[in-house]
């Protein structure tokens, strides 16, 4: 018994370092989620047609959002481990990186949506409805999506400075930030939304607005707080004097990088088709597992600051070259994991009942949601196995095999088992929303043969 706690738990400070870590990303990742549901409510209460328009868009621009996680977070491998050398020189040519790559995907973002949008949001009004309704959807969607580019290069740079930050352990100033930029948000959410205090009713323009606002407010903390406190952020000053980087380093960055950027670019936009795939059986099933998914994103908070955290954590034993340190951090860290969100998960299937409620929408698309969540519910524990498991691969640099862990999976089982549900069966979307869920326990085995394998201990910043 006590061989068997010592493997797989920790003592008192070694659950204290992973909250000081995990803690401010739920805070920060827990407001950010509550915002959006509170910002959902609010767009739902204009109209169902303009609450599924938005969740569209957000749909398509969530692909953007994991293009830049993943261009970040390639290079934010070789930042955990050069932090935990304390080699400064290499941290900033990794923020280097990240400043040329992000840019690129950003440019190509943009045009895409202006030149393409219409197109792309077209690809989820394909199952039942009205013509008046998919026609209502497409154009407060083709709005809030042209308003809602201004706020991309904004985001970029968050995202450049954020990460750099959590990788080398700052997690309170990214929070603080992201705190900030979410009350911003939300009052200028409600004044413009609705028109209030002499503000312009502006309904999912408004919302876009206030997006883009609190966005710009979320970089100016971010990069002045960083640039004003140079003796706590070595790798920054000087940053910009020159963008170039030492071609063994951009080589080496791209090796490990590449496999894990296309992985969240095919993991989003097989997410984005799953949920395509699922819009085959109307509307109806896309406005219900928006308000879902916007519920599922609040409960999520737990397993997704807790893989951050193995990323940092694990990352930075990595750069010290103890690989044993590694491992027995990273099983303990997985099992705290799943355990933390076995009690979010009770929570979630006990509150489902009341969050659908908020929404001005039809009664038979609230009971739907209310289903969905139970279901997702049911699969959180999971979630967090696969997510534990998921950034501990990457952590050592194992990009190739988390791609296909991850993003090979997600099309080549999720996809075609949704489609070919979706398409040529007469289950209920209940039925294929779970069915595709638990297709996820095959990834999980395998998630788990390869972490005690122990094919991710790497220390690739040598």
């Known amino acids: 018994m006590r061989r068997f706690k010592e493997k797989y738990f920790g003592d008192a400070a070694f659950y204290k370092m992973i909250f000081v870590i995990a803690i401010p990303i739920m805070i920060q990742n827990g407001i950010t ?43 934010g491998i070789f930042t955990a481990q050069y932090y935990g050398q304390k080699n400064t020189d290499g941290i900033r040519h990794t923020i280097r990186f990240k400043l040329w790559t992000v840019t690129a995907i950003t440019i190509l973002t943009i045009l895409l949506c202006i030149f393409a949008g219409q197109s792309l949001i077209n690809i989820y009004l394909t199952g039942e409805g009205s013509a008046a309704s ?49 009350c911003i948000n939300l009052v200028f959410n409600y004044l413009l939304i609705y028109g209030k205090f002499g503000f312009p009713t502006l309904g999912v323009k408004g919302a876009a607005i206030a997006t883009v606002l609190s966005r710009v407010i979320e970089m100016a903390i971010i990069v002045i707080s960083v640039h004003r406190n140079k003796q706590k952020n070595p790798a920054f000053v000087g940053l910009y004097r020159s963008l170039a980087i030492p071609s063994d380093i951009v080589k080496r960055i791209t090796i490990k990088g590449t496999p894990l950027l296309l992985n969240e670019t095919l993991w989003s936009a097989g997410m984005a088709t799953l949920a395509g795939c699922y819009s085959l059986r109307g509307l109806n099933v896309v406005t219900a597992l928006n308000i879902s998914n916007t519920i599922n994103n609040l409960f999520q908070i737990s397993f997704i600051a807790m893989g951050d955290a193995v990323a940092i954590i694990v990352g930075q034993i990595l750069g010290t070259g103890d690989m044993k340190k590694a491992k027995d951090s990273a099983v303990k860290m997985i099992v705290f994991s799943v355990i933390l969100c076995a ?106 043969v390869l972490v005690k394998k122990g094919v991710w201990l790497h220390n690739i910043v040598e």
Not at 51 to 65: K, P
């Open 134 to 182: 998919i026609q209502a959807t497409m154009t407060n969607g083709r709005e809030y999506m042209l308003f809602m580019l201004a706020g991309l290069p904004f985001f970029m740079v968050t995202q450049i400075y954020g990460s750099t930050l959590k990788e080398c352990g700052q997690t309170i100033l990214p929070m603080k930030a992201g705190v900030a930029a979410i």
């Open 33 to 75: 989620n509550f915002v959006n549901m509170l910002d959902n409510i609010m767009i739902g209460q204009i109209g169902t047609e303009s609450m599924t328009g938005v969740s569209i868009v957000n749909q398509i621009l969530f692909v953007y959002n994991l293009c830049i996680f993943g261009a970040v977070s390639g290079a």
């Open 343 to 448: 009690g979010v998960a009770v929570l979630m299937f006990l509150a489902a009942p009341v969050f659908p409620e908020f929404y001005n929408t039809e009664a038979e698309i609230k009971q739907l949601a209310v289903r969905l969540i139970m279901i997702s519910a049911l699969f959180i524990p999971q979630h967090a196995l696969l997510n534990s498991l998921y950034f501990t691969l990457r952590a050592g640099g194992k990009t190739m095999i988390a791609f296909f862990f991850d993003s090979v999976f997600i099309w080549c089982i999720s996809v075609v088992l949704a489609y070919i549900l979706a398409k040529f069966t007469p289950l209920p979307i209940l039925w294929i929303y779970f069915l595709v869920q638990l297709a996820d326990g095959i990834k999980a085995v395998i998630g788990l």
